[in-house]
């Protein structure tokens, strides 16, 4: 949801100002002994009283003091009997959050809610708006005016504004619509653009009409040029249509429609329709000619959404769907789409995946019942095993006055596609778990889980296949301890820092079962034979802070990055875990599995350092690996501006992904490849249908960069990247710049981005008045 135009919300506030102040003068005549939080504090040169000592006068130097207000004149007068307020001569207020700064005089009546301000110059703290007019009117009921008034949102110590509106006469009403009269944008005190009349609503938090476009150039489309126009439909719904023309290659509009119906409950949906009319020899920009359909229509369109909803039976209800008329939509126009999260997914994901379902939790029962359809980008859609539906009943109880816990899992699901297998499964999973402790230092438990999976084939190889089954028992035991030390470490701000070491040895058998006949529609129908024994240890450092590293109270400073909670924080964990098999060990081949590696490390606050990985423990060879290195800005923002991008702190971030080769690795080459390849190719190694000669090298590679850097209060630079190793390549990049202006109201962001798939070379502009509009990141887009 988008918020109000400041323009309303700024002229709506600064006219309220006189009812607020009234409402703090009349506890001048509140009764004594008022709490000191509510105490008014008045001193001036001379006091007088009159009228029954209903009329009270204060002139010379006139400060009246309230918490943290404070109203400055050169004489004010208050009326007991017609409760009239009146401040002249250098009327000034202070306020933490809105100020007068000056103004000629002040008049208004309590009971009314009626008064004006005189030639007021205001500054409101929330979205740093200036206004000045001649005067301020607030009438009865919730109507307002103000006489030769502008506003801005500029900080400019010296000259004018960079920008501001102004209008001859504004009409507001709470209740309906707020009107302009003659009003006027300025750039640099130069009109630039007259609107004679105008109006805009203003029962509503937010404002219809239309936003800032965006600019663009690329190498293959060519001039870019979106228009987006924002629909406030009610205090729940709202919308965005959009125009997008990218001269060199299509034309096409975006929808987006957004709704609440309450805090935890929401649908919204986005759709679009692309022409590609302009657009010549699309086929070369098809970079992976693995992929099945390489079909570039010219019509394309999509229609991505999601929707929860929790019945008054306390039923939840979701969905998450996502359409598209190509496969090669996402990769070239996921980014169009406001998908906080999902839209940098879409355009890497090799599918798309859409659902549709309801949950019930029962605090230790649960039913979830859904169905779900892919759309794959890599293969042909004909094979895509979709499942329709899938209904799971899952759950855990303890039986009264015995140790034992009762678990269990029933999953029901019907998978379809045209082609190839496909049929019903229903898996049933009960299990029994005794959990115990041994002489107070160790703990562990047992458990015995049998399992029944039934199948029913609609179109089996065999007619005598059609119906099948498949019975398992797994079996599983572990035991642990947890031992710990505090030692004293006066360094990096804490005072103690605690050890713990927790040893874990657990132990699953499964027995072999025949499943040669049954299909294999996910990992489940495939359940190896495991006699396993694995040792696991774990390692991990807390810190206790020393009082000293929190900043001093001070409402103007933030501290961005707080990795605490409470006193005490994580500073470092590392788990180690290796399998030993005992019937590959009986058969004399190699026992052990790799050693997983899993460590996170934040000696700071500031810095983060993540591994997960695997080591081969034979040949000492790394067979995976995510490494992430995070460097962030501990200083805290002593400034806040308008734009979100310059209140973050400066970050740097250094990522590698490796998975070596496997048996498996050269789908990742060509997942169409045909498996039907010559059965002597290791006769013919340079055959080049055989999937060895087509993929030999480890699977991935890739080395990430990210950064964001003020090189200036007023000027920041924004750079990620990814680097293909293995290929010797960058895959993709993108570098963006950002300027703020020295008055802290404008913005103006170029950037440029490069793709490898489609490949091609973009330039974005985008220019904002900070303070209309939203306020969203402009690094994303």
């Excluded at 918020?3 to 006189?18: C, D, F, T």
């Excluded at 404002?207 to 987006?228: A, E, M």
């Excluded at 050693?595 to 000492?620: E, K, M, Q």
């Amino acid at each position: 949801m988008r918020r109000k135009p400041v323009l309303a919300i700024a002229l709506l506030l600064a006219a309220s100002l006189i009812v607020a102040f009234s409402v703090r003068a009349a506890q001048v005549s509140g009764p004594a002994g008022q709490s000191p939080a509510s105490e008014i504090n008045l001193t001036a040169d001379k006091l007088e009283t009159g009228n029954g000592s209903n009329q009270i006068e204060a002139s010379g130097n006139v400060e009246i003091k309230r918490e943290g207000t404070t109203l400055k004149a050169d004489e004010v007068r208050f009326n007991r009997a017609t409760e009239d307020v009146e401040a002249k001569g250098k009327v000034t207020v202070d306020d933490p959050e809105w100020k007068v700064k000056s103004a000629d005089s002040m008049q208004f009546n309590m009971s009314k809610e009626t008064g004006e301000i005189q030639n007021g110059d205001l500054f409101l703290e929330q979205g740093h708006i200036s206004m000045s007019g001649r005067r301020f009117q607030k009438f009865g009921g919730q109507s307002y005016q103000v006489d030769d008034g502008f506003f801005t949102t500029c900080l400019c110590e010296t000259g004018a504004p960079s920008w501001k509106f102004s209008a001859d006469r504004m009409d507001l009403a709470l209740d309906g619509v707020g009107t302009i009269q003659h009003g006027y944008f300025y750039i640099l005190d130069v009109p630039v653009f007259y609107l004679p009349y105008g109006y805009f609503p203003l029962n509503t938090e937010r404002q219809t009409g239309f936003l800032f476009p965006r600019l663009g150039n690329s190498s293959k489309d060519g001039f870019r040029y979106f228009q987006p126009f924002y629909w406030a439909i009610s205090k729940s719904s709202d919308a965005t249509l959009g125009f997008d023309v990218e001269a060199r290659s299509r034309f096409g509009f975006i929808g987006e429609y957004r709704t609440m119906f309450d805090r935890d409950s929401d649908f919204q949906i986005h759709s679009s329709y692309f022409n590609e009319k302009w657009r010549d020899n699309e086929q070369d920009a098809v970079v992976d000619r693995t992929i099945a359909d390489q079909r570039i229509p010219q019509d394309r369109w999509s229609l991505i959404g999601s929707h929860r909803y929790t019945t008054p039976s306390d039923w939840l209800t979701f969905s998450d769907f996502s359409v598209f008329r190509d496969d090669l939509f996402t990769r070239e126009l996921a980014d169009r789409f406001d998908l906080p999260g999902r839209g940098s997914d879409l355009q890497r994901s090799r599918f798309s995946e859409s659902r549709f379902g309801l949950f019930k939790n029962w605090g230790d029962t649960f039913l979830k019942g859904e169905w779900k359809f892919y759309q794959d980008f890599i293969q042909p859609d004909d094979i895509t095993l979709q499942r329709t539906p899938q209904i799971a009943y899952w759950g855990r109880r303890l039986f009264s006055g015995f140790p034992l816990e009762f678990r269990w899992r029933a999953d029901g699901v019907n998978y379809m596609r045209r082609e190839s297998g496909d049929g019903l499964r229903f898996d049933l999973r009960p299990e029994v778990v005794l959990p115990f402790r041994l002489a107070s230092y160790y703990f562990g438990s047992l458990s015995v889980a049998p399992r029944e999976t039934i199948y029913h084939l609609y179109s089996p190889v065999k007619s005598s296949d059609r119906n099948l089954s498949r019975e398992l028992v797994e079996m599983r035991g572990n035991i642990g301890t947890s031992v710990s030390r505090v030692f004293a470490f006066n360094t990096f701000g804490l005072s103690r820092v605690k050890h713990v070491l927790e040893p874990e040895l657990s132990y699953l058998f499964v027995p072999s079962a025949d499943q040669s006949r049954i299909p294999i529609m996910d990992e489940n129908d495939r359940v190896r034979r495991r006699n396993v024994v694995t040792f696991a240890l774990n390692n991990r450092l807390w810190g206790k802070e020393s009082s000293g590293l929190a900043p001093a109270s001070d409402s103007n400073v933030e501290l961005l990055s707080s990795g605490f909670l409470g006193d005490v924080r994580q500073m470092a964990s590392l788990r180690l875990a290796l399998s030993y098999d005992i019937d590959k060990e009986r058969k004399g081949g190699d026992s052990l599995s790799d050693l997983d590696i899993n460590l996170r490390f934040t000696p700071l606050t500031f810095i983060d350092v993540a591994l997960d990985g695997g080591i081969d423990p034979g040949a000492w060879d790394i067979t995976q690996a995510r490494l992430a290195f995070n460097l962030t800005d501990p200083r805290p923002r002593l400034r806040r501006t308008l734009d979100p991008d310059f209140n973050r702190p400066n970050s740097i971030g250094v990522s590698y992904h490796y998975l070596s080769r496997g048996p498996n690795s050269f789908l990742a080459g060509d997942a169409n490849i045909d498996l039907d390849a010559p059965a002597d190719c290791v006769v013919h190694p340079l055959d080049p249908r055989c999937p060895a000669t087509r993929f030999d090298r480890n699977t991935v590679g890739n080395i990430g960069a990210n950064m964001l850097y003020q090189l200036t209060d007023n000027f920041l630079v924004s750079f990620n990247s990814t680097y293909d190793a293995r290929d010797a390549r960058f895959i993709g990049f993108r570098v963006i710049t950002k300027f703020l202006s020295f008055c802290e109201c404008w913005t103006a962001t170029f950037g440029v981005k490069r793709d490898v798939n489609p490949a091609k070379t973009s330039f974005n502009f985008d220019f904002s008045l900070l303070g209309l509009g939203n306020t969203k990141s402009s690094l994303n887009r």
